[in-house]
């Protein structure tokens, strides 16, 4: 094909844009509506062309002249969705363009019956059982051109589907290698093949074509991959390339973020978003969750309603109403809209673990296994479905038995605190303390989103009775209150410094004992200790200003832990 | 893939994000298959028949409503074999709405016998040909346009797959596979290979089944061809696992079962089971859990159980964790989930599965070494409090394993065991019965019993099954078997029967395949039987690299033959130091059997040193602890070593008469090499009372000479049957040495010629015939 010549130097904006432009008429040609639209955004992104700088349309051959009349009519049909119409009047066509749009119509037509008929099937065992009928004769017809070598770039993207419909993945793997080698500007088949490869391992293995638009695949691939830094370090390149102004990568960028639970940035992106691209639906479900994380019940309110004017039937609206229905707490609602979405769409796995949490919250706990079950099945290695599965069955009470689902969540989010958090909960429960104590330091060496494990850590210490240990992690834990700046709701302060002064009065550091009591004196539920803590020790420092007192004080120096941190660390951040 | 759960979402009986799979509690659908049976019947109401062939046609009507779908081949042929006129009518009619138009297959539902108005007829409304009716037609008139077409479809295809290919003789795809006319996809080459797998598996599928069986093809299969198909796979897994597919076609039936209904959630749990016995910790658990998750959604529908039924199935999720973790030997964390079923049960004032609980718990003690008799009465009162005859008789048969080796008396525990035998036999839990025999086998064993053992296991073993279903399994592959066909190879072994016991183990080999759970049972009596014939041979360098391999499935075991094999070879130190470790070992596990041979194995190397008077308390204690255990073979045994030692004190006397005691239980049950030793030591008691003394002085006996003379004879036969060659060599010694002082100078000079040929060909030098029993 042309287009692959074509491909030059990533710098080379004008060209990529020629390119751009090309392939967004060769598949608005054929039907390919996604493609097109995601050529067509990131071509909006770049500078304008002169006129002269257009790219020539595509050269006219005799047999697309001879089909000309035929592949009108059936794209007509086409665009009205009457598939099995358009393949008819396709028949017997020789341009390839003629070919792809007579297969792709047979493909459609076939998905689509396959939709109408899972309503009406014969049985519970049945309803499994439909299928695209139209699957296996095209993989004969495609696999025979393949064979032979005459399919085109697009051709070959829907050969892969074809495959991968009828569960070849290898094959298709390879067929979407091909197709992408032809015609490296086709993003269709990119996407596709990016829903089949499940490692990095396989990612590397792959021989793709040196092209501007594999960049994009690697970073969309890093998303996928859970590998964020490297996902946003593409994204950064591409930008410095000159694709700033892009939605696409503005959105993925966004999601990214979102991933690895960056909120703020997140949000800013997502704003940006919106308003550069007011009538967006897409990702919003991303950003609404954002929204509900933060408890942002306005925006989230006026994001619900301005989607729902722009079009309430989309998945992503029902997961945003769904979202706002869930921030106010009527989870009834939330549920009916989450299975609006998956009636509208049952591949949207997000929508299964959300409707899951909403029926966890509705104590309904053997509907939110069932819908955790589900989005596990859609995807094995959704961690948030995992996790809500422990949940569940901590609800239950059953420690033992959530731990495998929380084991499963952190296996896929290995660096997550919060599932170490909940794993050490459970073995806290099972008073696998040894265990607990592990889960938590881990926590908090990941990085605590919640700031949680510390104080769980430092608790676990103080009923173990490891008392050096227990005011090392409420120091530890301190700083980190602290240092983060903002306010948490459930932030228990008071209760680290309560047991630091008393530990640092045991082990008769007064100045330090001191200082942690005047602390507590701002907090209420705290204040009454502190002073009590205060007296205490100016008695102490009283007797010890007697002269008999003299004699110990050098004891009473040996006898400090060796172990403890040194105090002066508190005076460096006030509240 | 995601677009087979696309059509979850379509469910029309999915209610509130739950599935219900059978909302209207319909499990009937009408297939092609039905359409046919409903054709059965109504040729059968309509036409006449003679007696004979109504009858036989009559007992069809139960299986073929209640079985799984069959081919329309196979159902002509069964119905042809009891009237091949009705056959050829439901042919006839079948094939008039195949080849008709779809108002053909209309008009015969609308033309069938409605159960209401037939009052007179068979298909009244409550008969069980009324009922199937009346579910049929219900489920007719529910279809939709669109069904009842589909429906006519598949019903031409069901009709027309049967004459297209009627020659094959192959069974064909199920019903409502659609046209599978993808064979000319293999000439693509990539393809090849795995079509050609299919091709393979499919056909030895064919031939491991049973012809009638519908063995799942590539296809799906209706609920009850699906629930068949478990089952039976479920069953054989338990019983007879060489039935069963092999674990990895049994994983791909699974996982196509699943791929085309994933709500089958008994399919996630017979993937458990199958994980389990390809030892796959990782796949087992992930079944587990997601079969209890599964089931957790079904339970709602709530079994008549008073309580809720989806808490009930909590608690039994957490039961099966905990025994999962038991089978991989992972205590702690069985432990853990056993705690946490139990608190649950508490909790839910759920007695019956406490109780199971509790059984788990002395179980999971018991695997743990730990001693658990009280946590195991406990649960066996209260098993039989609850009236639940499995629990309490597994209870009890585990009290009397505990008993018998902590030497309760012998009728207290055969009356324990028949009163279970009692309760088994009301309940027919077959189970347990064959637990029970395997446990009497060993019981006699174990007090030495050899001909009540025998006949326990040969009694076992020709007991055939007794499950109702039994789907074609005579001899189950249960550890009660195992247990059982060991104990009969060793005492085959015992009467030197060696190719006997070669067919015996062949025969476990086959059947307890060596990865399979109980496979370790045999592999260890083999390498007993096998270290016992070298030693008696004399090979003992073939005997020692076998006490590594025993030391393998068994620590004491290998400990106690290592020791043995150090002692053979002389090397008396470490033999001896080996023994003191395995005694403080033993003496803390209650192992008696094994303490009392330390014992003896000890007094044997104190003569060695000729410290025979040092020997005396020892094989005095090692006697009163086998009295006291019942161990009936051991105390023998214990007597001759007793007996040898007098004899060595110069008490020929006393060693005869305490002989006399242990001479009969000896030849009644002991080994053939226990009956050649206690003769032989005979002959020499009774030679030393003669007044024979080894270099001929003296005047002896003559009669006592003579008795010595057969007894010596006697003994000569068990050993050539055993092969001992260095007993031998002593025993002919002992003959040429009778034979000349009796005057019999031809006898002598043969004992004289088989000693010299036997001492050439032994080469090592003979030891000092006195100092060994």
Redesign the interface.
Known sequence: MKMAALCSEFGDLVQIKKQLISVISLSKERGLLHSSKWASELAFALDRLPKDELPPSHPFTEEDAQDLDALTLAKSYFDLKEYDRAAYFLKGCCSQKAYFLYMYSRYLSGEKKK?DE??????????????N?AL?EL??EL??KH?AGELDGFTLYLYGVVL??L??LK?AVEVFVAAIHVLPLHWGAWLELSNLVTNIEMLKSLSLPDCWIKDFFMAHMYTELQMIKEALQKYQNLIEAGFSKSTYIISQIAVAYHNIRDIDQALALFNELREQDPYRIDNMDTFSNLLYVKSMKPELSYLAHNLVEIDKYRVETCCVIGNYYSLRSQHEKA?LYF?RA??LN??CLGAWTL?GHE?MEMKN???A???Y??AI??NKRDYRAWYG?GQTYEI??????CL??YRKAHQLRPNDSRMLVALGESYEK?T?QLEAKKCYWRAYSVGDVEKMALLKLAKLHEQLNESDDAARCYMLYIQDIFSCGEQLEHAEVSTALRYLGQYYFKNKLYDEASLCAQRCCDYNDAREEGKALLRQISQVRDQIETPSADLFAPLSNNNTPVRRVSPLNLISFTP | ?????????????MT????H??VFGIKD???PYKISVLALLYDMTASKTTLPERRRLNKLILPLQQGPDLTLGQFLKTVEECCPQTAYAVKQRLQEMADGELKDMEYFFSTLPTPFTAFDSEAYKTSVVGLFMRHMLLAYNK??F??VY??YK?LQLYYHSHYAKPADGRVSLPA???DD??M??TS?E??VGDRIDREELDTSLHESELRNDNTPSS?????KQ?EYFLARQAYLLKNDENKALKPAALQEELNNML?????FAEAHYLNYLNSMRVQDIFLS?HCL??YF??L??S??EGKSNGDEG?GRS?RY??LN?ASLHCRFGHYQ?AD??L??AV??AQESNDHVCLQHCLSWLYTLEQMKGSESTVLTEDSVKMAAHFCLPYLASLGIQSLVQQGATQGKTAHKLMDALKDTDILHWKHSLSELIEISLAQTTSIWRMYGKSTMALQQAQLLLNMSSLEQVNFGVQQNNTEAFAVALCHLAELHAEQGLYCAVSDILQHLKEQFPPHSQHAKLWMLCDLKIQFDRHMNEGKYHLAEPLVTAISALNKTEGLYRKAQVLKALNRSTEAYSVLQRLQVHCERTKCTEVVIRVMLSTAELHWESCGFSTALPLLLQALALARQHHLQSLASETILHLAFTQLMLGVPEHALSVLHEAIEPVLAHGSVMDKGRALLLTARCQMAVAGFRPNGQGQADFHLAGLAVDTLNEAAGYFSKLNCKERLRDVHYLQALLHRSLGQTSHCHKSAMLFRLLDQELQSPAPPVSMRL
């Open positions: 939709d899972t309503v009406d099937s014969l049985g519970p065992l049945e309803k499994g059982q439909v299928r009928e296996r993989r004969v696999s025979k064979n991968r419909k569960d070849l094959e549920a299975q998956l009636k049952p591949r409707m029926y706990t053997s509907a296994i069932q819908a079950r589900h099945e859609v599965l239950l009470k059953m420690p033992f038995y495998y689902y099972l696998q | 893939m995601a677009s087979v759960h696309e059509s979850l979402y379509f469910n029309p009986m509130n994000g739950v599935v799979a059978n659908w009408v297939t279809l939709s669109s069904q589909k429906l598949s409502l596979v659609a006319s993808d000319d996809l693509t990539d393809t296809g799906p299969l209706s609920q699906a791929k085309f209904n994933p709500d658990a859990l997601h998750d599964r957790i959604l339970g709602n989806y909590l999720a957490a964790l964390q853990l989930a705690q946490e608190r649950m």
